[in-house]
């Protein structure tokens, strides 16, 4: 979030927004996006909820559906342009290392930006 992604929920808002979706509309995506709702703060449910509803053929659904919820995805995760500074995604790397010198990173971080940050030379 420091180099300007958005935030789960953000991103979350901003595919419906793409999409022109609305998740009061539906109760399980309503309860997820919710304050206090049985399902608060779930935001890879709501996502998928909203894949399965957008892309579900047995309901007469075209196909182009599931492109441009992908396609909203892709968008709304791109970072901003111009020079970063990936000094922490580095850092995170390097202090990933094993002892075989392998870098063995698990994040939550929904952003490409290890990519950007992964030494071409080496570390």
């Known amino acids: 979030m420091?180099?300007?992604l958005p935030s789960f929920k953000s991103l979350v808002q901003k595919i419906?927004?793409?999409l022109g979706e609305n998740w009061e509309?539906?109760?399980a995506e309503r309860e997820v996006m919710r304050k206090g709702g049985r399902l608060?703060?779930?935001y890879d449910r709501v996502l998928r909820f909203l894949e399965r509803r957008l892309t579900?053929?047995?309901k007469g659904r075209p196909e182009g559906l599931r492109q441009?919820?992908?396609a909203a995805v892709v968008e709304a995760l791109k970072p901003p342009v111009g020079a970063l500074d990936l000094g922490s995604h580095a850092?995170?790397?390097e202090l990933s290392r094993d002892a075989e010198?392998?870098?063995r990173l698990l994040t939550t971080n929904f952003d490409p930006l290890f990519e950007r940050a992964w030494p071409r030379g080496g570390m």
Do not use: C
């Open 2 to 4: 420091t180099l300007g």
């Open 16 to 18: 419906y927004a793409a």
């Open 25 to 27: 509309l539906h109760p």
């Open 40 to 42: 608060a703060g779930q």
């Open 56 to 58: 579900d053929r047995t």
């Open 68 to 70: 441009r919820f992908r």
């Open 91 to 93: 850092a995170l790397l």
């Open 101 to 103: 010198n392998n870098i």
